[in-house]
């Protein structure tokens, strides 16, 4: 017979398995399907363990990589919110902090606290371990993206000036990743995939 505390940790786990069917905008690599939140979680985790050298700081990278696995969790109840949409970022805090509450809570006491710990930390993004996450959580579509020709950009209407916004977080995490991130988008601007405004 189970404990408790088991039993909680396998509804965790299978609370998990409903990432899978949160499909986000960006499109797999080889102009593939949408790719779901827990592809863009484990993807962006072994980049930042493979990148870990071009972090502006030391960083904790088991840390860094349990950050990147569960910050989306959140998008099981509170669904995927496009980066760049302004009428959507606009209560995605209130949904993410309501689903964060529900879906930590199915754990123990202490791994709930230490869960909502590490996303309030990826969340706050002051910590270098914080950095880092982002600067992956933002090159990994980024680099999806400009394998596919710039395609979502172009199919949202999105302007360098928009990709430039959302890519000051790369910069604060690895200043190489923010190099080649800036390499990128002025090739999608030269091939017209991003306008200027």
Same mark, same amino acid.
């Given at each position: 017979?189970?404990?408790?505390?088991?039993?909680?940790?396998?509804?965790?786990?299978?609370?998990?398995?409903?990432?899978?069917?949160?499909?986000?905008?960006?499109?797999?690599?080889?102009?593939?399907?949408? +790719?779901?939140?827990?592809?863009?979680?484990?993807?962006?985790?072994?980049?930042?363990?493979?990148?870990?050298?071009?972090?502006?700081e030391p960083?904790?990278?088991?840390?860094?990589?349990?950050?990147?696995?569960?910050?989306?969790?959140?998008?099981?109840?509170?669904?995927?919110?496009?980066?760049?949409?302004? +009428?959507?970022?606009?209560?995605?805090?209130?949904?993410?902090?309501?689903?964060?509450?529900?879906?930590?809570?199915?754990?123990?006491?202490?791994?709930?606290?230490?869960?909502?710990?590490?996303?309030? +930390?990826?969340?706050?993004? +002051?910590?270098?371990?914080?950095?880092?996450?982002?600067?992956?959580?933002?090159?990994?579509?980024?680099?999806?993206?400009?394998?596919?020709?710039?395609?979502?950009?172009?199919?949202?209407?999105?302007?360098?000036?928009?990709?430039?916004?959302?890519?000051?977080?790369?910069?604060?995490?690895?200043?190489?990743?923010y190099e080649?991130?800036?390499?990128?988008?002025?090739?999608?601007?030269?091939?017209?995939?991003?306008?200027?405004?």
């Amino acid at each position: 017979m189970m404990d408790d505390r088991i039993s909680k940790q396998i509804a965790f786990a299978l609370e998990l398995d409903k990432e899978k069917n949160v499909f986000r905008q960006t499109h797999l690599s080889g102009h593939g399907r949408n +790719e779901n939140d827990a592809e863009h979680a484990w993807h962006m985790a072994v980049m930042a363990y493979m990148l870990k050298e071009y972090a502006n700081e030391p960083v904790d990278i088991a840390k860094v990589m349990i950050m990147c696995l569960i910050h989306d969790v959140v998008e099981i109840d509170a669904g995927d919110t496009y980066a760049y949409d302004a +009428e959507g970022l606009t209560t995605q805090k209130e949904r993410e902090d309501k689903a964060k509450e529900r879906i930590f809570s199915l754990l123990p006491e202490d791994q709930k606290t230490e869960f909502m710990s590490l996303f309030d +930390e990826f969340e706050a993004n +002051e910590t270098p371990e914080a950095k880092y996450a982002h600067a992956m959580d933002n090159f990994q579509p980024l680099i999806l993206n400009n394998s596919n020709n710039g395609g979502d950009w172009k199919e949202h209407n999105v302007t360098a000036k928009q990709v430039y916004g959302r890519q000051t977080k790369t910069r604060a995490g690895s200043e190489k990743i923010y190099e080649i991130t800036d390499m990128l988008i002025k090739e999608n601007i030269s091939k017209g995939n991003l306008t200027l405004e």
